[in-house]
Structures are given as C-alpha cells and as structure tokens.
C-alpha cells in the first residue's frame, strides 16, 4: 500500500513540464484549418511557434496593409518562453498578459515587414522579415509545404531550435488568425491528474490498513 502512495508522490514530481498549445482565439477567415504539433518540454524553456498568412483580410484590389494581432500570454509556471511568430502579409503584433514576465525571446519571421507592441526590453528581439532576410516567407501548415509558394515550416523550427537551444514544443499554423493565446504550462513538481489520482488511491489504501491493524489490536470481549 505505502509503496503505491510513494509510486504517485514519484510521478507527480519526476512529471516534466508540458507545453501548452497556442489557441487561435480570433480570425476574420475561419473556414481555413489548423495543423501543428504539441510535445512534452525537457527542459526549463518553452518554444512555442505559430506561422499564419495574413491577421486580417487586405481584399481585392486592396494593398496589404499592417493588421493587429493580439497575442495574450498566461502565466507560464516558473518557465521561460520563447516565441516564433511568422506571417507573409504586415502585421502588428500586439502582447499582454500575466505571463509576459517569463517572456525571453521573440523571433518574427515573414516576407513583409512586422511590427509590435506591449514588449519591454528586457526581450530579445530576433527580426527575420522582409525580402532578403526571412526564413521562409511564409508557412501556415505541418508538417507540408502551405502552397501558394509558402513552405513548410521545417527551416524555420530548425533555425528556432538553434537560436534558443532546444527544441520548438509546439508548432500551431493557420491562413488567417488575429488573436492568439498562449496558454500556460504544468510546472514540474505540481501533479497531474493521474498522479492525483494515485495519491489519492494510496491514502485510502495507507488508512484502510491502519484502521485493519487497529481492530487486530483491540482484545475481544470476554
């Protein structure tokens, strides 16, 4: 019984941090799909990517202009973020949140030129916009190439890989977005569900035997 309770108090502490995926809160287009990837972080860092075409439609006949895209950032547990955000078309990035203090890096990627606010500077700004300079000019699915002659966004996680030092932990892609939440993780030490639940288990089962042992204890009535 004790060595099932100790089982769960194990799990819930060796239990590495999980990357929350970044939720498409908002978009003008929302007949378009999303692709991406979740993973499992071994480290104290989260990289999280997003690639989308456009934040608002320009329209036909209309120049591409800058459009808003808000990004709200939860609290991230003790861990540091570091972001990776691509568009073709000109956008304006626009971040708030409680988490924003873990925030260490943003890399901005595209083919036109971004913008942002709400970022102090303490952030790392990596600038790979812009004819001549971008990664890729533009990706919105996984793990594919988008089409359109936009690619897949292999290049531009790798290159995030090796800017921040560890693996992108999740990639989510869409052609049109304008809200953008990146949600919080599970720090390493606080118990997940299934570790709960095994806890739990395990002290009721740790009590059953006292009370057991107890009665055994107690004489029988002459």
């Given at each position: ?5 100790a ?9 590495p941090?999980?990357?929350g995926?970044?939720?498409?809160t ?37 120049p ?24 073709y ?19 901005f ?18 600038d ?16 594919g ?34 809200g ?11 118990p997940?569900p ?13 009590g ?11 004489p029988?009535?002459?």
């Amino acid at each position: 019984m004790y060595k099932l309770l100790a089982a769960g108090v194990a799990a819930s502490l060796a239990a590495p941090a999980v990357a929350g995926p970044v939720v498409i809160t908002g978009s003008e287009q929302p007949g378009y799909g999303e692709t991406g990837f979740s993973a499992v972080s071994t480290d104290n860092r989260q990289i999280r990517a997003v690639g989308i075409y456009e934040a608002g439609s320009s329209g036909a006949g209309n120049p591409l202009r800058p459009f808003d895209a808000k990004v709200v950032v939860e609290n991230q547990g003790g861990e540091d973020l570091y972001l990776v955000l691509s568009a073709y078309a000109p956008t304006n990035w626009i971040f708030s949140g409680a988490g924003l203090s873990s925030l260490k890096g943003v890399l901005f990627n595209g083919y036109s030129a971004q913008t942002y606010q709400g970022l102090n500077g303490s952030v790392a700004i990596t600038d790979k916009t812009g004819i001549g300079n971008y990664i890729v000019s533009c990706t919105y699915t996984y793990p594919g190439a988008s089409g359109g002659g936009c690619a897949a966004p292999t290049a531009l996680l790798q290159f995030a890989s090796n800017l921040y030092g560890g693996p992108v932990d999740s990639f989510i892609g869409k052609y049109s977005a304008n809200g953008l939440l990146v949600t919080g993780t599970a720090a390493p030490g606080v118990p997940e569900p299934r570790s709960w639940a095994l806890m739990l288990l395990g002290f009721g089962a740790v009590g059953a035997g006292i009370r057991v042992q107890a009665k055994k204890r107690v004489p029988s009535a002459v």
